[in-house]
């Protein structure tokens, strides 16, 4: 099984987020994967397994078993992937999907994949820039939120050493889904996202209870663009430097609530507290449910 390692969300080794990524994981079982993952020890590792199901999807496009005989590659490839982490596995994960699809990009030639994820289909598509760069989309699930009880926002302030006065009003606190949960959580101030060191265990309680996967946590610097820092500790990771998921997510609830005009083009920096700069770009289209759009580049390391 070849491990490739990139960094996603940046053209810069040092920045980003790191992921791993297999592109072939026909016949891996979990044990192998999970194992996999805690040895390469990033925030996540994305596992494709070509021929998925070896059903077509319901267009009629086969699922891709690698380059044909003629040495085209296929419109359309179709994927399984399955996300771990060092500790478990995720339903979705937006770096690594953009990792793996500038891989898959590198090795196979650009396109467009349609992957089969444990939350729903996600289409990612990639292109070269005119510097050579693979600059990739995914397009999520159809994004929801829900709200977050008092009782668990306040055990989520606190473990997070903030109070309700270091939020941003004109944000409301809210859990997000665009293939994964996160809650997200404003606070009015620069100067208090930076300042971040909280209560692992506290928080990784309240998290486990509502199934969150990182806490997306931001400032809104201006209409478009945004500062986020995500804790992760249920995947024993303090902190994910670029969260894909997350910020497809809050691309959902800024359109849900009326706090963006869509269509929108929104700008997430995230990574510069760690020392490893990303940036997210996420686009949020009019049309009410449809799926956010997630874009980077990514690459590869060592």
């Not at 998925?52 to 040495?71: F, K, T």
């Not at 300042?195 to 309240?206: I, R």
Request: glycine content about 10%.
């Amino acid at each position: 099984m070849e491990i490739l390692r990139y960094a996603a969300f940046t053209s810069d080794p040092a920045g980003g987020n790191p992921a791993g990524v297999v592109l072939d994981a026909s016949g891996v079982d979990d044990a192998t994967m999970a194992a996999a993952a805690a040895e390469v020890g990033f925030s996540e590792t994305a596992f494709l397994i070509p021929s998925a199901d070896g059903v077509p999807s319901a267009d009629g496009i086969p699922p891709a078993d690698g380059i044909p005989a003629d040495g085209i590659p296929p419109a359309v490839r179709e994927l399984a992937v399955r996300y771990f982490s060092p500790l478990v596995e995720v339903p979705f994960c937006g770096h690594a999907t953009i990792a793996a699809a500038v891989a898959y990009a590198r090795r196979h030639g650009p396109g467009t994949l349609r992957l089969r994820t444990k939350s729903g289909p996600v289409e990612v598509t990639t292109t070269l820039t005119a510097d050579g760069a693979v600059q990739a989309t995914l397009t999520s699930v159809p994004p929801r939120t829900a709200s977050i009880s008092e009782p668990d926002l306040a055990e989520t302030l606190s473990a997070l050493g903030w109070s309700v006065d270091d939020l941003d009003p004109a944000m409301p606190p809210r859990a997000a889904f665009a293939g994964a949960w996160h809650p997200i959580i404003a606070v009015a101030s620069r100067a208090r996202l930076a300042d971040l060191d909280y209560d692992g265990p506290a928080l990784l309680e309240v998290m486990n209870r509502n199934d969150w996967v990182t806490v997306n946590l931001v400032w809104r610097e201006s209409a478009d663009v945004f500062h986020a820092r995500n804790p992760f500790p249920t995947g024993g990771v303090v902190e994910d430097p670029a969260t894909g998921a997350a910020a497809a997510a809050l691309g959902g609830y800024l359109r849900e609530l009326a706090l963006v005009r869509p269509p929108a083009r929104l700008t997430v920096h995230q990574g510069h507290d760690m020392g490893r700069p990303g940036t997210i770009v996420v686009g949020v289209s009019a049309e009410a449910g449809s799926g956010i759009a997630v874009s980077g580049t990514a690459v590869q390391l060592g």
